[in-house]
């Protein structure tokens, strides 16, 4: 069974039905623009589907991958007193900050 050319079942009317539908408002030149561009697609797609992959195995990488990240080590925090008295406003072992919106001073 032979596939059909997909710019023959690529119209412009349909172009720009789709555009319609996504709410997408395209002047004359870009509808021509678009159904130009979306034919090369569909022709691209067909190319893919006439491939023989049978002897493919699927794959979601098609390189392997090695974790690149350090290891987690636990490492001793900064000393809460020490920071609190490097901050310009500090209140019950806490940074004071300015209140936000809808809060009043």
């Known amino acids: 069974m032979t596939t059909p050319d997909p710019s023959a079942r690529l119209s412009r009317d349909v172009v ?35 491939l023989d992959l049978a002897d493919v ?16 080590v636990v490492v001793k925090g900064l000393d809460r007193d020490e920071v609190l008295a490097a901050a310009p406003a500090a209140e019950d072992g806490r940074f004071r900050v300015p209140p936000t919106i809808g809060f009043q001073e």
């Open 16 to 50: 720009a039905k789709v555009a319609r539908l996504a709410r997408l408002d395209l002047t004359p030149d870009e509808l021509d623009v678009m159904t130009n561009q979306l034919a090369g697609m569909l022709d691209h797609f067909s190319d893919i589907d006439k």
């Open 57 to 72: 195995a699927p794959l979601a990488q098609p390189l392997p991958l090695k974790n690149v990240l350090r290891d987690d």
